[in-house]
């Protein structure tokens, strides 16, 4: 079984802090997703990783950055958090030359 | 126009019922074709995926239609447990592998 973990399931930080959101992944995957989920607006994609050191932008990275330095470990940084910014975030994995991805529990952030 | 629409619903329907949803994509060069159910405050998980030929899954049966640009999902036999959201997700082919577009999903709650 595909096991993806985020380290938190719910944090509240206060504006203009630096938020650093984790997923780790036990399945020697190639591709790591970040996405985050509001009412009304389903799954956007953040950034992803499609190998150690690589990053792509997704289609709404603004206010956000990644790090990936170990391939099981994929990390979001919120430099300067905002309002705008509470949602759920959620992490994914999927194996080179496949669609399919597995998705982590989740970390619902309240930006105050 | 939405890359991936649905009808947000929900669909409230008895058990036993059977119940269609149905999702549009606009990129008509979209390669793979999935739906995801994600139960509420849980992360999606992979239903099944959409072939041309249509395929089925015990109760589901998922159907692509490439000429209309549309995705179908029935469940036959609704059961309480079939209660989620349902998301219509499509790779649209942009040349970067594995990076998928989801719908905002179609809400179905089932009742006695």
């Known amino acids: 079984d595909v096991k993806v973990t985020q380290s938190s399931r719910y944090l509240v930080k206060r504006t203009g802090e630096k938020v650093f959101l984790e997923c780790v992944q036990d399945m020697d995957h190639e591709n790591m997703f970040w996405y985050r989920q509001d009412p009304g607006l389903g799954l956007r994609l953040i950034y992803f990783?499609?190998?150690?050191?690589?990053?792509e932008k997704g289609d709404i990275p603004e206010g956000y950055s990644v790090s990936r330095e170990k391939k099981e470990r994929f990390s979001l940084i919120l430099e300067s958090a905002s309002t705008n910014q509470t949602s759920m975030y959620l992490c994914a994995t999927g194996g080179y030359g496949t669609d399919t991805q597995y998705f982590g529990p989740g970390t619902r952030l309240t930006v105050l | 126009r939405k890359e991936v629409e649905q009808d947000p619903g929900p669909f409230n329907v008895p058990e036993g019922a059977t119940v269609a949803f149905n999702c549009t994509y606009s990129?008509?060069?979209?390669?793979?074709f999935f739906w995801y159910r994600q139960d509420c405050r849980k992360e999606p998980k992979l239903l099944m995926s959409?072939?041309?030929s249509g395929n089925e899954d015990g109760r589901f049966t998922a159907q692509l239609n490439r000429a209309s640009q549309y995705i179908s999902l029935l469940i036959r036999d609704s059961k309480l447990s079939d209660s989620a959201t349902y998301l219509c997700?499509?790779?649209?082919?942009?040349?970067?592998?594995?990076?998928?577009?989801f719908g905002t999903g179609t809400r179905l709650q089932v009742t006695l």
């Open positions: 990129n008509s060069a979209s390669q793979s």
């Open positions: 959409v072939y041309s």
């Open positions: 990783s499609y190998d150690v050191k690589m990053k």
């Open positions: 997700v499509v790779n649209p082919n942009t040349g970067t592998a594995s990076k998928l577009t």
